[in-house]
Each structure stands twice: as C-alpha cells, then as structure tokens.
Nanobody
Framework: QVQLVQSGGGLVQAGGSLRLSCAAS????????IAWFRQAPGKQREFVSY????????IYADSVKGRFTISRDNAKNTAYLQMNSLKPEDAGVYYC????????????????WGQGTQVAVSS
C-alpha cells in the first residue's frame, strides 16, 4: 500500500515557475514508477510526465517537453515536477500517481493517486 501526499501548486503568472511535490508513505518507493497527470475544467485527465523507479526513464507529453522536469529522490520517498515557462493552458488540477513495474501514459496503469493540487496560471 502506498499513500501519496501532494504539495506545491498555486497561482503564478504566465512565464513563471512552480514545483509540485509528491511524498509517498510506505517502503520500497523505488519499486514504483511515478507519473503526473492533470485535468483542466471540462476536460479529460491527461498525462503530463513519467519517471521510472530507478530514474532511468522519463517521458513527457509533447505539450510540456522542454518546460517541465520530472525527478525523484528515493531516499526521501518524494517525486517532483518542476514546471517552468508556465502557460495559461497548463492550469488545472495536477495529480501524481504510482504504479509498480509500469511504464506509460495511461492512467489506468497506476494504482495509487495523490489528492490533487491546483495550478492556476494568469495571463
């Protein structure tokens, strides 16, 4: 069982930066891949980024490539999403998710989810 607690987020002007954190409880955090998803009002949840348990693999949605960076600190059981050059279209509720031995952009692959954190970007 893994519990994910998110922090970070908030309101930022376009072009600004935010960092989201996703802290996991339980052991063997490095056995779990972490992904970030987001959901804007009236839209479906969409994949943002992925990092494998051993940090060897990362994946980004085309819309955030070059602006967002996913990372993790397995010693601290925490994953991060650094978001730079934010755009109004990046706004939404961001979720981190964990899955053991998974790799991919499909939300159904991930068993454990954080509570979500709001990101707002003013133009």
């Amino acid at each position: 069982q893994v519990q994910l607690v998110q922090s970070g987020g908030g309101l930022v002007q376009a072009g600004g930066s935010l960092r989201l954190s996703c802290a996991a409880s339980g052991r063997s955090f490095n056995n779990y891949a972490i992904a970030w998803f987001r959901q804007a009002p009236g839209k479906q949840r969409e994949f943002v980024s992925y990092i494998s348990g051993n940090e060897a693999s990362t994946i980004y949605a085309d819309s955030v490539k070059g602006r967002f960076t996913i990372s993790r600190d397995n010693a601290k059981n925490t994953a991060y999403l650094q978001m730079n050059s934010l755009k109004p279209e990046d706004a939404g509720v961001y979720y981190c998710a964990a899955g053991s031995g998974v790799m991919g952009r499909i939300s159904g692959l991930y068993n454990y989810w954080g509570q979500g954190t709001q990101v707002a970007v003013s133009s």
